[in-house]
């Protein structure tokens, strides 16, 4: 069992950064690799990045490829989203998710393949 808890979301001009930051519970978050999704009212939850097990593998969403950064620091049981140019467009609810055993290089991860969710927190990008 994996017990994810997001942070770091909040109110923040277009062109500003955020960090989000999820910690996980557990003695295994190493053996899961890990991603990052979001959801805009209306819309589908969509993918936006993800990382490896050992965070040697990055795959992102060409909406956010060049502005964001996922990176995890397993010794601390934590994985990050750096943020940076942000446009109104990625105005959404972010959820980190886990997956066990996933492949490796990660690339985009569907939204039925994870394991673990976390409750999520709310970007706001204002124009």
């Known amino acids: 069992q994996v017990q994810l808890v997001e942070s770091g979301g909040g109110l923040v001009q277009a062109g500003g950064s955020l960090r989000l930051s999820c910690a996980a519970s557990g003695r295994t978050f190493s053996s899961y690799a890990m991603g990052w999704f979001r959801q805009a009212p209306g819309k589908e939850r969509e993918f936006v990045a993800a990382?490896?097990?050992?965070?040697?593998?990055?795959y992102y969403a060409d909406s956010v490829k060049g502005r964001f950064t996922i990176s995890r620091d397993n010794a601390k049981n934590t994985v990050c989203l750096q943020m940076n140019s942000l446009k109104p467009e990625d105005t959404a609810v972010y959820y980190c998710?886990?997956?066990?055993?996933?492949?490796?290089?990660?690339?985009?991860?569907?939204?039925?393949?994870?394991?673990?969710w976390g409750q999520g927190t709310q970007v706001t990008v204002s124009s």
């Open positions: 990382i490896s097990r050992s965070g040697g593998s990055t």
């Open positions: 998710a886990a997956k066990w055993a996933y492949r490796n290089p990660v690339q985009a991860m569907g939204v039925h393949e994870l394991d673990y």
